[in-house]
């Protein structure tokens, strides 16, 4: 039994995190944190944990020390925080954007500001456990791959790993609202963010960074928002190096993705869940991830979808944690989503 | 050809009317006001609007003098602009709840704040058509029905000038998201909001006073938001004063809305589409109202859908001009509403 | 470990039912029927099932004998197959509507077909644990409320039992789409069903014979289909016997629901979460409920949400099941719900 | 005044045509044939048209000689009829897919079935009006390009006529259920539908090869069902020929669509609105088109939006038809659009 705090437990992120983490048998929650809600019941914030939970927020001032912290606070925001709050805790685990980039040239490029910690960035190991499971086993500071990244590095890895698609990639991403966090904006209203096919990033989306730091592919990647308020898909087209055929590349996804928990190649020949589709996934870790060949064999479009709060976010922390402890790495986890919903 | 000017020009009911407007033939718009917005272009609030107008807010500081001026301002603050901008224009069209009710009393019950004018209230006709036709054509002010309210007003005027229901009334109605105007708080946000079957007012809705004035029925209202942006209806329940037939009331609705540009009485034995279904209605001036006979014909069940920002709202004020100026009364509301949407 | 088959498993039903069972500790799937899809993967029908379960489907004639069979059968098949299956096993739990009736002429009213096995009618414990739990803790057969009925009944029950409400109570109910089950039809398409607020049972919806049944209050209940795939809400409208008090009408909630491990009283001054909503509910095996006083203390308004296809079925069912077993009764039914979602 | 006849009225294209007809002040329908509703009225299938005409559907074999014929059947069934309906008017609009392609092997690739007028192929002028105006003048048979084809060549026509972009683009395109018409099947139910992000051709979607004969491009497209109605959206990704900046893109577009009534540049630097989204075009037959350039300038984005019942589909065919006329290019077409919607 090990105790967490979570720091920026208010948001959406955060609060997945405390469904998760009171679920956990091997876990007990110490601190929630939120400075805009500090005294209050964090079931005010997140009703569904009503009857699970009487914990208060507390101000990140307040922190005690833990085994483990949780940032669940937005991008530059950590950075900020986490020099002051390393020694309260051996062990750290970031879910914003902020040490998920090796090189701070390439941080200032995607997220407009100089990171204001660079010293640390190599000192985190990627949360993205079916590329870095082995070093995962022992990383005290892990920090979570972005919810679009983590599908894409999904759908991608076995190409690039096989060396079958040329380098150059184009990824559209679809993404639900709960993506840009608890917004009070007029652009985040209902009325206005309903039914949307709005483009948010018609190039350059930050997330191509660490799909390129991980694949190794020049993807370029952009972002679009869709009805939904959880969820994330991504379709990356790419043209195969020499002509190829489903069967080959159905065997290349089969064999690297053996034994992985939380991924599930879905590419069938019939029905209406032939490919990933988010919908099936929310609340639960899996990442599904689909491929299909053109009929001339020479282009390949690689799929992925999860919940962008939980493989995309929380769940893809606790995963880690489990690996980190040496737990069964589903421990927590189980749930296994909702159909129809 | 005659010229209005809109105050409140920004919110989601003035956008409504911009675009009625500027569709209508024998109108021009002067101003359209909007204190946030002054001086930017009236399509960067209402997108729809692009290439349809190269108006821009002003402020209603520097509203000149017009032939019309419609109100669309937030309860509360049209009763305080009104004294001031009313000597601008011979005619005023209010779109908010300011003027509706009769008596004082009634909207500091509902409203929360004591009426700033309240001799004014008496001044105003109501624009509801179907019920005020007459009144409608040589009224100088004019006071637009809530959304809800409107539609529970057409839903059980027949049955009570008929006589047939029982006086207390249930009415449970619902609402899409933009039924709170342009909202940017968290309850608002799209991922908050979406998929909801929010109850927000369990008991005493404010529009229930509107409609016990217009219909003399003891009604009680409930209003629940729903996932949609756009609509309203409402599911009115009565008691029969004696035994009734479906045929009976049907004659009874057809009677009462026969030749009514603008209310169809929708009530059918087969199909998908057997009730009033806001659905249908979007963007169009159509008040659908039906009923229902319980199998021991002791109880009623009367129904109406709307938009609420047009035949609850932009449009219902664009027929009342119509009427006022003896203009034909589906002038610039020919829209029917798509399918499906 | 008990072994336990489920009849009619390709629909909604009882897919979430395989889903309950597959994370049930104490349970094991023998069988699951479908004559449609035999032979066939139930991950086929249930994609969220993907990598749980390599089962498949059945014929109902090659049932073997199990300790506990589950009807997910729709309403009129049940009665027609239980006969035949009754001897497969000790214990029957029906999802159906064909044996929640206690008289066989409310069933003919109501679901408009004689009953064929009338005389059955009386040997089903209903399974509303919060009512009749220890009836449950020794029936062998249970038969599961109708989702809008369990929401009606746990609404009202203590309204009810307190004598506080005048008898004539007026429901509104709200329904997402999965309440029909597998649709096919073209009013159950996307196109046609998206975001309608379509009333198809005006008056007399059949679950209001079973609230009638089980709270002796003379209801009447319309019902309404909303944007929403799973989902109930149930707003009910009573006049009290006397003047209460909110405080009165909350001891009397609390009292009554004190210890329920799924009914949480959700009746709050604030906040966009104030009343019962299934959009925080979903996949969990909770019923919210909720109330609230009329200004004047003369009327009241009784709330609840639950998801229809747990709480408001499968879920219910697995409920019973650790009662009649003597396990926790939250065994298998920990999740909590999502938010945002 | 002319009179057009719709055949195969009963779909959602076919209703849309009523609609716009209907309201067209040049035209008057002459039938509505649809061979299952035959004999019923067309509000029936189009409940929005309800008191706007008492017309009924009729059989195809019925069909009296008239003005123009337009054909909103299905691929492969308007070939099949075409033929034997050509001498019943001397004008012909099909808005099927089967005379969009001028060649047969191609539409045999993509259509999975050998044409069976081939002959006819080379006798359509393409109903792209941005592209063939000046054909359209005296063409009298006409062919509308499909709804994704048609966004798609809006977006792309700037970049491949001036020359700007490498040949070979992707094409991801997202469209609401309408797209496959009035569909009964499970897949299309509201309950599986609802909120998906359904990759249904993830490589070679047929409009692809449209976009070809149009743009001459080696686009490659993938096409995305998304939680919406109507709406289509594509998200189209070249590299440039050489580097090149947002002000000469600009330039590119806006000179291109210059004058044109119903297509709007929408690239804007601010704003959630800054895009081309099928929100605000509903019911409208603007095609919305824009771009946006890589931070290096190496990588372009052409996006655009469409109602495709309208712009892709009705409202183009209305539009050819007055292009056809010599009316103005809006008679009939003057719906802006709804904000929110």
């Given amino acids: 039994m090990i105790k967490v705090s979570v720091v920026g437990a208010s ?4 609060g997945e995190l405390l469904r998760l983490l009171l679920g956990h048998p091997e876990v007990t929650i110490g601190q929630a944190t939120s400075e805009r809600l500090r005294g209050r019941r964090v079931d005010t914030a997140h009703p569904n944990l009503r009857g699970q939970t009487d914990l208060r927020f507390s101000s990140a001032a307040d922190l005690a020390s833990t085994d483990v912290l949780l940032f669940a606070t937005p991008h530059r925001v950590t950075m900020g925080l986490l020099p002051d709050l390393v020694a309260r805790a051996p062990m750290l685990i970031d879910l914003s954007g902020d040490f998920r980039l090796h090189e701070a040239g390439e941080y200032e490029r995607y997220y407009g500001v100089p990171h204001s910690a660079p010293k640390l960035l190599g000192e985190f190991a990627s949360g993205c456990p079916e590329l870095t499971r082995k070093a995962l086993r022992d990383a005290d500071w892990i920090s979570v791959p972005g919810c679009m990244a983590m599908a894409a590095i999904l759908a991608l890895t076995p190409l690039a790993a096989a060396g079958i698609a040329e380098p150059e990639v184009q990824i ?16 985040s209203s209902h009325a206005e963010r309903s039914g949307v096919m709005r483009v948010f990033a018609p190039t350059g989306h930050r997330h191509e960074a660490e799909v390129r730091q ?4 020049a993807v370029s990647m952009t972002a679009t928002g869709v009805e939904a308020v959880r969820g994330v898909q991504v379709v990356c087209q790419a043209r195969a190096r020499s002509v190829v055929s489903d069967l080959e590349i159905r065997a290349v996804y089969r064999e690297r993705y053996a034994g992985e928990p939380f991924v599930r190649v879905v590419a069938q020949r019939r029905g209406s869940h032939r490919y990933p589709d988010p919908k099936i996934l929310l609340g639960s870790n899996f990442c599904d991830v689909g491929f299909a060949v053109a009929a001339d064999g020479g282009r390949l479009t690689a799929m992925a979808a999860l919940d962008n709060l939980v493989k995309g976010g929380a769940g893809a922390a606790v995963q880690c944690l489990n690996i980190r402890m040496g737990w069964p790495e589903r421990r927590g986890l189980e749930f296994p989503g909702l159909h129809p919903l």
């Fill in 11 to 14: 948001g959406y992120v955060g």
């Fill in 214 to 217: 991980h694949t190794g592919l």
């Fill in 172 to 187: 559209s991403a679809l993404t639900g609202s709960s993506g840009s966090g608890r917004a009070e904006g007029l652009a």
